[in-house]
């Protein structure tokens, strides 16, 4: 199942009941760090304190991933430590390039409390405690944010970031990715025929399709009216040339309500592989999407390669 946008919204780091300085107890509420400052992919993620210790940065080991380029591999590290009859957080900077900054003032290591706002990088993080009803309000505002309506995909901007953020793990991990770019064939004529609010119903109805085709990790987002971009993690082109037939397949069982003239449900779409036929996002986008202007030009309901 692909994911939803609001998964990506929270990653867990559940909190015990913590007695903080001066002689505070702030009860049941988990303990947080939420973004409140940052790129598209982290901004308003919500992450819960779950153990003694935890470490930030960008390396894909931590507890806390950021994906900023202004934030160190092992950024730095917070602890929840005892004095006495208190239990405090501090937070320690690992010898960063660019420093960790409790509420603007530059630091090695300090105490911080509910309401501290902590920057690393291009970053801001406020620390604070939540209950249920805020976690949910947070989880709402990033859905809105980053959600096509419509499809309950993820919305145009959101999926150029994202793939922004696989060329850069790509690139610095020499791993691979494909994209598969779709579009609906003759939607206007669908749009024209059986009226917008049956087109509308049959995107939906596509969107299903898409979405139970895909694994957890595959990205599908709303590129334009009736273009789907979709992006496979861990996936060759060998690979996203099934992944795009048998969506392709799928959707051409969809059964259109009868009208004076038939309009048969089919896509187009063009695949293409990072490093094989770009190596850098736009690059690999125009090449993909003059694939899929191949695929219209061949007669529809094909989905085409890249040229390299």
Known sequence: MNKKAGDTAQIRFKAQEHKFGKNQVYGEN????????????????????????????????????????????????VDIKKYDEMELVIITDLSSTNGTYVNGEMIRQAEINPGDRIEIGETILRFGFSDEIEEDYHARLFSI????????????????TELENQSRIAKRNNRIFSIFLLDIDNF???????????????????????????????LAGRFGGDEILII??????????????????????????????????????????????????EVLLKKTDDALMSAKRQGKNLVVEAAE
Do not use: W
Not at 47 to 72: A, F, P
């Open 30 to 77: 988990d303990l947080v760090f939420t973004v409140i400052k940052g790129n598209e992919l982290d901004f308003g993620k919500t992450y819960y304190l779950t153990k003694k210790s935890i470490m930030i940065g960008r390396d894909k080991h931590v507890d806390l991933l950021i994906e900023d380029q202004g934030v160190s591999q092992q950024h730095c590290r």
């Open 145 to 160: 944010a980053t959600t096509d309506s419509l499809t309950g995909f993820f919305n145009k901007r959101f999926i150029m």
């Open 232 to 281: 496979l993690p861990e996936t060759d082109i060998l690979g996203a040339m099934q992944v795009a037939n048998r969506i392709r397949g799928e959707i051409g069982k969809i059964s259109l309500p009868s009208s004076p003239r038939l309009v048969k449900a089919t896509i187009s779409g063009g695949i293409g592989q990072f490093g094989i036929h770009g190596n850098y996002p």
């Open 188 to 218: 206007k004529e669908i749009n024209d025929t059986l009226g917008h609010i049956a087109g509308d119903d049959y995107l939906k109805k596509i969107a299903e399709i898409i979405r139970s085709s895909l694994r957890e990790q595959d």
